[in-house]
T-cell receptor
């Protein structure tokens, strides 16, 4: 079946502009996660949802970052007033249920490479 | 907060040899430990995972061991092949978010 998809795959934006990154999880997956991955580093947690409820946003760097998942399926990560330090690969992952409570594995999407000039 | 350390950062082995990658975690409440393989330009792919009620798990040429007392877990790859060359990440979780290690670049030479 279809895996996790993300769009756009590449985004180049000018400093100060807002960007919206989209994630389409595997159908039926309850949990959706956003990570940021710098080159040569492991993914860094940003936030996650169970259904439409945002469960943990402790990884969001500052209040320019926000995320939503209004209908419990597709999610959007929005970065306002982008800065050069926001340049990174943004990855989405989904899982059937809660991982830490004996749930299921996280499957990653292809990522959106954001470049802020 | 939770921290995961991973060693070594690079590992070179001859085809057919074994490779071992080690991780330690700080949060004793962590109970789920997956390993991901990431090839150049690709997404991380889950290759094996282990939960805290198990000490060892094996899947063909790969195995993972967990020592809860020492708070460390390891990935073992036997009979390595050139296609095993990639960056490997360990991770730990006690709720849902994964905390990743810094990665190990494995190179398998024919």
């Amino acid at each position: 079946g279809a895996g996790v998809s993300q769009s756009p795959r590449y985004k180049v934006t000018k400093r100060g502009q807002d960007v919206a990154l989209r994630c389409d999880p595997i159908s039926g997956h309850v949990s959706l996660y956003w990570y940021r991955q710098a080159l040569g580093q492991g993914p860094e947690f940003l936030t996650y949802f169970n259904y439409e409820a945002q469960q943990d946003k402790s990884g969001l760097p500052n209040d320019r970052f926000s995320a939503e998942r209004p209908e419990g399926s597709i999610s959007t990560l929005t970065i306002q007033r982008t800065e050069q330090r926001d340049s990174a690969m943004y990855r989405c992952a989904s899982s059937l249920g809660a991982v830490g409570t004996g749930g299921n594995e996280q499957y990653f999407g292809p990522g959106t490479r954001l470049t802020v000039t | 907060g939770e921290n995961v350390e991973q060693h070594p950062s690079t590992l070179s082995v001859q085809e057919g040899d074994s490779a071992v990658i080690k991780c330690t975690y700080s949060d004793s409440a962590s109970n789920y430990f997956p390993w991901y393989k990431q090839e150049l330009g690709k997404r991380p792919q889950l290759i094996i995972d282990i939960r805290s009620n198990v000490g060892e798990k094996k899947d063909q040429r790969i195995a993972v061991t967990l020592n809860k007392t020492a708070k460390h877990f390891s990935l073992h790859i036997t009979e390595t092949q050139p296609e095993d060359s990639a960056v490997y990440f360990c991770a730990a979780s006690r709720t849902d978010k994964l905390i990743f290690g810094t990665g190990t670049r494995l190179q398998v030479f024919p």
